[in-house]
């Protein structure tokens, strides 16, 4: 089994507005759903994370 993982998402200044733990882990499945109503439009970097390191780092577009 993987190890459980964050899904953190940052806005443009850096701070983490939402953080959702994954506890099946990054290695079970690659798709993951997330309800990001209560995030604002805009730009934010979304991270997945585990205690030791950064796995995947990207840019999303929120617009509602």
Known sequence: EGKPVTLK???MMGE?????????GFNNSRI???????ISSGFYIVKIVDRESVF?????????
Do not use: A
């Open 56 to 64: 995947h780092s990207s840019k999303m577009l929120v617009s509602h």
């Open 32 to 38: 993951y759903k997330c309800d990001i109503s209560g």
């Open 16 to 24: 983490v507005v939402r953080s959702e733990v994954l506890q099946t």
């Open 9 to 11: 998402f940052y806005n």
